[in-house]
Nanobody
Framework: QVRLVESGGGLVQPGGSLRLSCATSGSIFSISTMGWYRQAPGKQRELVATITTGGSTNYQDSVKGRFTISRDDAKNTVYLQMNSLKPEGKAIYYC????????WGQGTQLTVSS
């Protein structure tokens, strides 16, 4: 059964850094495009970054140069390194795995506040 479990969220001051992790089970990681999405209170879920099985990445314009998505195929894990965090980044961050269908994790909360 497919499971995606996010971790690494928390409280960070503006300008700080944090790394999110998403561990994937179900033997689908190696054939899936992985992604990070986020949803702020009162807002729709939006794309943050994606990475293909070949390592090609795509980022939302607002996080380019600050966030880095990566994957470790041996560990079936995708990461999101977040630097220079801004208050606007406060949201629940969700992990996604897509091959024929999409699978979602439960989300991890990021709060950026002084």
């Amino acid at each position: 059964q497919v499971r995606l479990v996010e971790s690494g969220g928390g409280l960070v001051q503006p300008g700080g850094s944090l790394r999110l992790s998403c561990a994937t089970s179900g033997s689908i990681f190696s054939i899936s495009t992985m992604g990070w999405y986020r949803q702020a209170p009162g807002k729709q879920r939006e794309l943050v970054a994606t990475i293909t099985t070949g390592g090609s990445t795509n980022y939302q314009d607002s996080v380019k140069g600050r966030f880095t998505i990566s994957r470790d195929d041996a560990k079936n894990t995708v990461y999101l390194q977040m630097n220079s965090l801004k208050p606007e980044g406060k949201a629940i961050y969700y992990c996604n795995a897509r091959h024929f269908i999409s699978h979602w994790g439960q989300g991890t909360q990021l709060t950026v506040s002084s």
